[in-house]
């Protein structure tokens, strides 16, 4: 078990007030920033990761705690946004426990997204209580507003009229799609927020020489292999004719297409560090893969077709 050293009653106020600090800024920058909200959403469960293997169980937690209180107050009251924002740092703080039990990289990574998942479900329950509104109305509401604001974010970054017509138009197919992936949506997000906070922890915490597990050579990591039942069963649900099968069905395959692209990242990765490709290189095309979406589905095809071609050749080196 990891002892965390023992500080002043001086040093953890600061370290209490710089940590409610950046993840204030973190998240200032994510809502009233759109275009890079996303990326700056990553890093939101990082400050509490940190200060909480830094800090301890019990004066780590009031930093995300007071954070969430002061972002009731900015946005003058409870919102689903602030179910967000508590999500993410929720997601910190429970990596941190789980890093503490040093687990495999897979149980931490379930654990952490069922907690956040499970936990999320919960608070959305209360939230629709208190609010007095359907949890099927408040999500229509929360995407049909969320819609609106992405088109007016495109209308100010110069999106020619005809395209911003089309979307328009198509509005309500959209928002019907939307609201019947949002489990997968949610439970994708949550993986790779969660798999992003994993792999920038590691540096940050070593740096200041605290624990982080050893989690072995993670461009090695594969899936289990019975997961392609479960994406072979995905895929047929969508040709079944009742509309209940093909939503059960996309759900399930976006999931899993998320499971698949960290392990497609992973052999991308092994790769690049195989032939020592150059950092500016390896951040050229990472960008590239975040961005263009032709590129993201071939990787993620790569993690799904590495069952059968064995891309990093582990099967050979494991028998060897």
């Known amino acids: 078990m990891w002892v965390v050293p ?20 973190i998240f200032a920058v994510s809502v009233y920033m759109p275009i890079i909200g996303f990326i700056s959403a990553l890093l ?19 930093i995300p705690v007071l954070a969430t209180i002061l972002m009731v107050v900015a946005l003058g009251g409870i919102s ?8 993410l740092l929720l997601i910190g703080y429970i990596l941190s426990e789980l890093f503490e039990m040093d687990l495999s990289v897979e149980k931490t990574m379930l654990y ?13 329950l209360f939230y629709s209580q208190i609010a007095n509104i359907g949890i ?16 007016s974010l495109y209308e100010n970054m110069g999106v020619s009229e005809e395209t911003i017509d089309k979307i328009s138009a198509s509005m309500e ?35 200041r020489k605290l624990f982080y597990p050893a989690f072995g050579t993670l461009n090695l990591w594969k899936a289990p292999e019975f997961l392609i039942w479960g994406l072979i069963g995905s895929g047929v649900l969508l040709f079944l004719p009742h509309k209940s099968f093909k939503v059960v069905g996309l759900n399930g395959l976006l999931i899993l297409m998320t499971i698949y692209f960290f392990q497609g990242i992973a052999i991308v990765s092994f790769y690049f560090e195989k032939k020592q490709f150059p950092r500016m290189l390896r951040l050229f095309a990472y960008s ?20 059968w071609l064995d891309f990093r050749k582990l099967k050979i080196n494991k028998e060897n």
Do not use: H
């Open 173 to 207: 197919n959209i928002q019907y799609v939307l609201i019947r992936i949002i489990p997968a949506v949610v439970t994708a997000s949550t993986f790779f927020v969660s798999w992003a906070c994993l792999l920038l922890a590691k540096p940050m915490l070593k740096s």
């Open 44 to 62: 939101i469960p990082l400050p509490t990761l940190f200060y909480r293997s830094k800090l301890g169980r019990i004066t780590g937690a009031i």
């Open 136 to 151: 099927g109305v408040l999500v229509s509401e929360y995407v049909a507003k969320n819609l609106e604001l992405t088109l």
């Open 6 to 25: 023992q500080m002043g009653q001086g040093d953890s106020s600061k370290d209490i007030l710089s940590g409610i600090t950046i993840t204030t800024i």
């Open 112 to 124: 952490a997204c069922s907690s956040v998942l499970l936990t999320g479900i919960a608070c959305l």
């Open 80 to 87: 689903i946004d602030i179910l967000f924002f508590f999500e």
């Open 288 to 307: 590239l893969i975040a961005l263009q979406q032709v590129v993201l589905l071939i990787v993620i095809g790569f993690g799904i077709f590495d069952m």
